[in-house]
C-alpha cells in the first residue's frame, strides 16, 4: 500500500499550538518565529482542506476537526520517539567489532585493547581482518584501521605517526630487501623476499633474511626484546594507520571511547 506523503513538520507545529494555544509560546517551544508557526499551520489547512484553529475574543480555538485527529497524532509522534530510541539502542551495546590488518592487530593493536577492556570490563570484541577494500555495510563493523594515507570518506584520526625505519637482525648486514605489500619506501637493492605484511617483514628480518622497511611503531616490541635493531636513518611516509569509521559509528559512545583511548598511545 502506498504510504500518504507526512508533513510532520507542519504535524510536529500543530501540535505544539494546539497544547499552548498560542502561536507564540509554540514558537518558544520550537525555536522559531510566531510568523512561521503561522505559515506552517496555513500549509497544513491547505494541504488538508481543513481549518486547525478560530480566533476568538478569549483566543485561539481548536476547531473540532483539528481535535479529532490530536489524540492520534500525539500517539505516532510517540511511537516515532520509541523507534528512535530503538535505532539507537545499538549504541548501548558493549560489543566492539573492529577490522585491522593482521600484523597491526599482532604487533600493535591487541596489547592496546587489553588496556582498554581492563577499564571496561563489560566491552567485549570481535576482530576482523582487514581486506583493501572495507564495507562498513556489509561487516557490520564499528571501526576499522587500515594503512593509508587518510580516512577517505569516513570519519577517522591517524594513530600513532607515519614514521619508518629500516630493521635487521642484530649484527646482520643490510643483506638483501625485505619486500611487503603497501610498502611505501622503494629502493634499487634486490629484493630477497617478499611477504604478506609488514609483520611477516619483521619476523624474516629477525631471522636473518635481510632488512625491511616496516612502520616503526609496528617494531616497537620487537626492538625492545633485542629481536631486530634499526640500520640508518628513520624515513617519513605519507602512510600511517588511520582509525576510521562512517559519521554513525563515530558517534557512538563505545566508539568515542575506544578512539579517545587508542589516540593516547
Same mark, same amino acid.
Given at each position: 500500500? *502506498?504510504?500518504?506523503h507526512l508533513p510532520l513538520n507542519a504535524l510536529r ?18 525555536? +522559531? ?24 475574543? *478569549? ?20 511511537q516515532f520517539e520509541d523507534a528512535v530510541r530503538a ?33 571496561? #570490563? ?20 564499528? +571501526? ?20 619508518? +625505519? ?6 646482520? $648486514?643490510?643483506?638483501? *630487501? ?10 634499487? $637493492? ?10 611477516? &617483514? ?9 632488512? &625491511?622497511?616496516? #612502520?616503526?611503531?609496528? +617494531? ?8 631486530? $635493531? ?17 559519521? #554513525?559509528?563515530?558517534?557512538? *559512545? ?12
Amino acid at each position: 500500500m *502506498k504510504r500518504t506523503h507526512l508533513p510532520l513538520n507542519a504535524l510536529r507545529v500543530l501540535d505544539a499550538a494546539a497544547r499552548h494555544l498560542s502561536f507564540t509560546r509554540a514558537a518558544d517551544e520550537l525555536a +522559531v518565529t510566531p510568523a512561521a508557526v503561522g505559515q506552517q499551520i496555513r500549509a497544513l489547512e491547505d494541504m488538508l482542506g481543513v481549518v486547525m484553529f478560530r480566533r476568538t475574543p *478569549k483566543g485561539l480555538e481548536l476547531t473540532d476537526e483539528a481535535a479529532a485527529g490530536l489524540d492520534a497524532l500525539r500517539s505516532g509522534f510517540l511511537q516515532f520517539e520509541d523507534a528512535v530510541r530503538a535505532m539507537q539502542s545499538g549504541q548501548s551495546s558493549s560489543k566492539l567489532t573492529i577490522a585491522a590488518p593482521r600484523d597491526f592487530t599482532q604487533k600493535w593493536l591487541n596489547e592496546k585493547l587489553s588496556g582498554f577492556a581492563a577499564d571496561n #570490563p563489560e566491552t567485549s570484541f570481535a576482530l576482523v581482518a582487514a581486506d583493501d577494500e572495507i564495507d562498513f555495510t556489509e561487516a557490520n563493523l564499528d +571501526v576499522a584501521i587500515w594503512l593509508g594515507d587518510g580516512p577517505g570518506d569516513h570519519e577517522g584520526i591517524m594513530l600513532g605517526d607515519t614514521v619508518f +625505519v629500516k630493521v635487521a637482525a642484530p649484527g646482520a $648486514e643490510n643483506g638483501n *630487501k625485505i619486500d611487503w605489500p603497501g610498502c611505501p619506501i622503494s629502493e634499487g $637493492e634486490e629484493t630477497m623476499m617478499r611477504v604478506a605484511d609488514g609483520g611477516l &617483514a619483521i619476523e624474516a628480518a629477525a631471522n636473518g633474511f635481510g632488512y &625491511a622497511w616496516v #612502520p616503526k611503531m609496528l +617494531v616497537q616490541r620487537d626492538l625492545a626484546a633485542g629481536r631486530v $635493531e634499526i640500520i640508518g636513518e628513520d624515513s617519513i611516509s605519507s602512510r600511517g594507520y588511520w582509525l576510521m569509521a562512517p559519521t #554513525p559509528q563515530w558517534r557512538q *559512545k563505545k566508539v568515542k571511547a575506544l578512539v579517545e583511548a587508542l589516540a593516547k598511545v
